[in-house]
Structures are given as structure tokens and as C-alpha cells.
């Protein structure tokens, strides 16, 4: 089809001029349709970063954002998280998701692919579509060279002057022993260690430049790390280092030695896990967010918010292990090895409790202790698709993607409600919720410091006492991901996951199914049959009446067709479908997973 036109009300990365796909004609443009807060999208935008320079003299990347929240809509936040991800490429707000229908997304992230003469020629929902992208770029580079339509030269790219500071988009922050303060500046991809002022820099963890390189302190490199967990020192005796830092972008845990300022990596390969194992030596990580020392669990607790589930690393034997979660994105409580999580970023212990915040939910939940096992539960939030900024009755309360936790006396969790530039306090007692403070650029860590809550506030580059003030009851609006659902009959639904292998590629049935489908529902009443696992990419589901979200998780495996030995990889997409179900609603629901090129008809 024809490409719909391009539009937006706040254009980035292009001087503030709109572009059209009129003036693009003659390029490859490839529209990555994302949103800030979503880990997928920004994996995709590591994986985009070589194809980008590769085919930088065809291809043209344009960034349409999407917001999930009303916050990622504001023009402030889409300019912060241009600069926090080092977006080189121009981005389109679509704040009322008029793209995104006009171009029939269902999910973030989703990447299509514009031909030279202006028409869709490949649609891929999800991420790990690196290499097939770059077969179908180069398939259109060599067809359009061919009949003389295709444009080389030239971007409409226009940089962001950057203001420089001591701190760029800083996560979380701990104290140590001697009562410094280690801030997470993911930004500049290091590690700030300040004098217990708060304000005087001691030294920095890492050269400042993005990377994966072990070594002293100055030579060191990080990418965008985030969470910071001490180790008891008698572990730290034992293993070397005193500090694990969650080394978010680059899928690795790294080990501080706050002796001799040595970096080490100490779980992680550098590459992102997609599936296979996920416990031991050696295994793949995904974009750990945050860490934890945790006595009941024996070690480090991992928020493995790449997919979805918590891991617990074992300084001193090395291996790491799944330890809570399913990979399904959503809200639900029980023994930690069915529930599930939604991007957790923010940790925090109290004694045989461990807190959390789970950013795409906007919920505060705990693990404690059970028996032989341990029990997930939730104390704020509701869905994958409500949130907001209310206080009052915890079963009430809504949040809006939080990101950091700090455990404060008298039995009261602090949380960086972070899309809501607010910091909440929960009463684990009397279960309500208040609000000590707002107008903050979106905190994403809290630090309890010699009796002073310090607050990281990331699009301020800064870390700071929070002001003293007495809680306040908000009693905001509630609202919903604006989304539209999908419209469907109850009763019987043909669906199915549309997946066709890349150009020079075909499915892997060497060792037996190649594919892979998981369904369930939120609530789990609306999926009545047909929920579960199995081979097929298509099957029969049974709806009840009322509104929902089907929960999908699809991959396949294929490989390279013909030689020796074929590189192999896994697509793999997760979505959260919104459902409504009425009389005269569709019987089919198709989702696709990644598309073959089609030519314009």
C-alpha cells in the first residue's frame, strides 16, 4: 500500500521542520514506531544503530513516538528521552496515535519499511530484526539501483546541542560504608563516586565513553547502568569487589572494587538473551535494570526488565538463575515462579521483604518468604493499561510508571513515581498512600542518607534532599492507555501470529517445531479456551463478553537457507492486546511478527 503521510504536532532532530515522504522519495525510510518508556523500543534502538550507519547514504530513520502515558506526550519528556537514548535520527510525536492507526500498529515497538517510490514493503512488530532488516534494505538498494530510483546522499538529521554537567540522565544512587555516595550517571556511562557532601566527586567509574571493556576505573567502559547493590564484606571478601552494578544497555552485571577502583564483568556475555537458558555461567542477560543484596534469596536480586522476570546472582559461585516470572508481561500474584512482572526497575529490602516497582503496570508489589518458596503481592496498581496520580486507599491509589524505591522508618516504602514527578510514600500498615512531594523531573532513584531522602531526579541531571513538607492527599484523575481495542465477537476466534522467515532465510525444523505460541488473558475469566502453550502459530480461542487483554508471547527460530553451517537466530514478540467484545465484532484476530517484503501493487 501507499504510505500514509507523515505527521505530528512536535517534530525533533530536524531543527523543528517537518519532513514528508514526498521530499523522502528516492530513500529507504525505515518508521520505528516507539514509545520512551518501553524496554523493547529501546533495545530496538541499539539494534537500528548499525543499519543506520551502514546505509547511511539511503536509508532514513525517522522515530514515530507513540505515548503510552500522558507524560512520554509531552514535549519535554520526548526531548529527554531523545537525548537520554542518543537518538540520531529525527522523531515524530504522535500524540493522539493517529499514525500508529493509520499505519495498523497493534504493538511497541513495530518497524516499516518505505520504499523508495513510497510504499510499505515490510512491517516487523517487536525486536531482534536486525539482520532481516538489513537483507530487506539491501534487497531495495539493489532493485531501486537498478530502475533508477533510488536517491543517494543526504539527511535530514539536525543534532541537539548538548549542555554540558556534571551528571546526564543519573538513575539510582547508594551509600556506602564509609558514607559516599555512588551515583548511577547513565548518561555518560559511568559511575560517580561523591565525597558524603553529596556534591564532591571523589572519582569516576568509567571513561565515559559506551562500551563493555573491564579495567582500572579511568579506562573502564559502561552502557547506561543503572541499579547499584552492595555486598556484605564478608561476599566482597570473598569475591573481590564491593558493588555490583546492573549495566543496563550492555546486558551485563559489572563488579566495582571500591579499593582499588578495578571493573570487572562478572555475569553477561555483552549479548541480549532472547530465549534458551537463563541460569548459570555464561549465559545471556537482558537489560538489567536494578540490583539488590536480598539475605532471604542468598544473593543479588536482578530486575530483568528486559523480559519481564527477576534473577538472583551469586557473587560467589558466579552463576545467575531465573528466580521469579514467567517472560509474560503483565500483573498477577502468587508463588514467583507463575507470576508475572512488567518492566521491573526499582528494588528495595526491608528485613525478609522485598520491594518493588513494576514500571509498566505502575505498581508497587513484594516478595516475601512462603514455606520452601516465596509469594508475590501487590499493594498498587491494577493493569498494564491504568494509571495515574491518586492517593488515598492502596487498592485505590494509581501510580504512573514509577522507577525507584527507598524503604523510610516507621514501616513506610518511598516510591519515585516517576512519570507523575512526584515521590509517594506508602504506609504499609494503614495501606494508604500520600504524596511528600512534586514538580520533580522525573525521579527515577531515592536514597536514605543520614537521615535525608535524597532524590535522583534523571531529566534534571542532579541528585538532592528532597525539600521537607508535610504529605499531601492528591486526588487525581484515573486514567487509561489510550490504545484502541480491538474489536471482537464472543465466542469462538480464529487467531493466529502471521511470522515469514526473512529474505534468505527459512524456519528451523531441524531439531523439531520452530515456532512457538503462548496465550493467556488478563482478566483470566475472558480467555475461556484455548489459553496455554504450544507449536502451532494459529488455534482456536473461546472469548467471554466484556473487555480484556490478550496476553501473546510468539517466537520462531530459521535460518540462514543453504550453506555449510547457517547462522541461526530467534524472532520473538510480546503483546499486550486490548480487547473489547461485542455482538458483530471480527471472528479473526491476526497478529503479525515479522513481515516478508511485498512488492507495490
Known amino acids: 500500500m501507499r504510505a500514509p503521510e507523515l505527521r505530528g504536532d ?20 525505515l518508521l520505528d514506531f516507539w514509545t520512551s518508556g518501553c524496554i523493547n523500543c529501546l533495545h530496538v534502538l541499539d539494534e537500528l544503530r548499525p543499519l543506520e550507519a551502514e546505509f547511511a547514504d539511503v536509508l532514513v530513520t525517522i522515530g514515530v513516538h507513540s505515548p503510552k502515558f500522558l507524560h ?74 537498478a530502475k533508477g530510483t533510488l536517491r543517494r546522499g543526504g539527511s535530514p538529521y539536525v543534532p541537539v546541542e548538548e549542555q554540558a554537567a556534571e551528571l546526564r540522565f543519573p538513575s539510582k544512587a547508594v551509600a556506602t560504608a564509609e558514607g559516599r555516595v555512588l551515583v548511577a550517571d547513565t548518561g555518560h556511562h559511568a559511575i ?40 556484605p564484606y564478608d561476599v566482597a571478601e570473598r569475591v573481590g569487589y564491593h558493588a555490583v552494578v546492573a549495566d543496563t544497555a550492555g546486558h551485563r552485571l559489572r563488579g566495582l572494587d571500591l579499593i582499588t577502583g578495578e571493573v570487572t564483568t562478572v555475569a553477561g556475555t555483552g549479548a541480549q538473551w532472547r530465549s534458551g537458558p537463563d541460569s548459570g555461567k555464561g549465559v545471556d542477560l537482558t537489560s538489567p535494570w536494578d540490583v539488590a543484596w536480598w539475605g532471604p534469596a542468598g544473593g543479588v536480586v536482578v530486575a530483568m526488565a528486559g523480559n519481564h522476570t527477576l534473577s538472583i546472582f551469586d557473587p560467589v559461585s558466579g552463576t545467575i538463575r531465573r528466580f521469579a516470572g514467567t517472560t509474560v508481561e503483565g500483573l498477577r500474584d502468587g508463588d514467583v515462579s507463575e507470576a508475572f512482572f512488567a518492566q521491573t526497575s526499582g528494588l528495595a529490602v526491608d528485613g525478609d521483604k522485598l520491594w518493588l516497582v513494576d514500571a509498566e503496570t505502575s505498581a508497587l ?35 504512573q510508571h514509577p522507577l525507584g524505591l527507598a524503604v523510610l522508618p516507621g514501616d513506610k516504602i518511598a516510591i519515585a513515581d516517576t512519570y507523575n514527578g512526584a515521590v509517594r510514600r506508602f504506609d504499609v500498615f494503614t ?171
Open 10 to 29: 512536535v517534530w525533533l532532530n530536524t531543527g523543528g521542520r517537518p519532513l514528508t515522504l514526498a521530499e523522502l522519495r528516492g530513500r529507504v525510510v
Open 72 to 145: 512520554e506526550g509531552e514535549r519535554a519528556s520526548i526531548e529527554a528521552a531523545v537525548r537520554r537514548y542518543d537518538v540520531h535520527h529525527p522523531v515524530v510525536n504522535d500524540p493522539e496515535m493517529e499514525l500508529w492507526s493509520q499505519y495498523a500498529v497493534r504493538a511497541w515497538p513495530t518497524l516499516v519499511v518505505v520504499d523508495p517510490e513510497g510504499y510499505v514493503v515490510h512491517v516487523a512488530a517487536g525486536e531482534g530484526h536486525e539482520e532481516a532488516l538489513r537483507r530487506v534494505i539491501a534487497d531495495l538498494v539493489t532493485k531501486h539501483e
Open 192 to 231: 560517580v563516586e561523591f565525597a558524603s557532601d553529596g556534591e564532591t566527586v571523589i572519582r569516576r567509574f568509567g571513561s565515559g565513553e559506551r562500551g563493555g571493556q573491564d579495567g582500572p576505573f579511568d579506562i573502564a567502559t559502561f552502557a547506561e547502568p543503572s541499579g547499584i547493590a552492595l555486598l
Open 365 to 399: 508489589r513484594w516478595i516475601e518468604p512462603d514455606g520452601e518458596s516465596f509469594t508475590v503481592q501487590t499493594a498498587i496498581g491494577v493493569d498494564l493499561f491504568s494509571f495515574g496520580h491518586t492517593d488515598g486507599p492502596a487498592d485505590k491509589a494509581l501510580l
Open 431 to 601: 495501606r494508604e498512600v500520600s504524596t511528600i512531594a512534586t514538580g520533580l523531573a522525573e525521579p527515577q532513584g531515592l536514597l536514605l542518607h543520614d537521615g535525608e531522602l535524597l532524590v535522583v531526579e534523571s531529566a534534571a541531571n542532579r541528585i538532592g534532599p528532597l525539600p521537607s513538607a508535610e504529605p499531601t492527599v492528591v486526588a487525581g484523575d484515573a486514567h487509561a492507555v489510550r490504545r484502541p481495542p480491538t474489536v471482537l465477537a464472543p465466542g469462538e476466534i480464529e487467531f493466529s501470529v502471521v511470522f515469514t522467515a526473512p529474505p534468505g532465510e527459512k524456519l528451523d525444523d531441524r531439531f523439531g517445531p520452530s515456532t512457538r505460541l503462548e496465550i493467556s488473558a488478563s482478566p483470566p475469566s475472558l480467555l475461556v479456551d484455548g489459553g496455554g502453550t504450544g507449536t502451532d502459530l494459529s488455534r482456536k480461542i473461546r472469548l467471554a463478553a466484556g473487555e480484556g487483554v490478550l496476553q501473546v508471547v510468539a517466537q520462531a527460530a530459521s535460518c540462514d537457507d543453504g550453506g555449510e553451517h547457517p547462522a541461526c537466530r530467534i524472532t520473538r514478540q510480546d503483546w499486550g492486546v486490548p480487547v473489547r467484545l461485542e455482538s458483530g465484532g471480527a471472528r479473526e484476530l491476526s497478529l503479525v511478527m515479522a513481515g516478508a517484503p511485498r512488492t507495490a501493487e
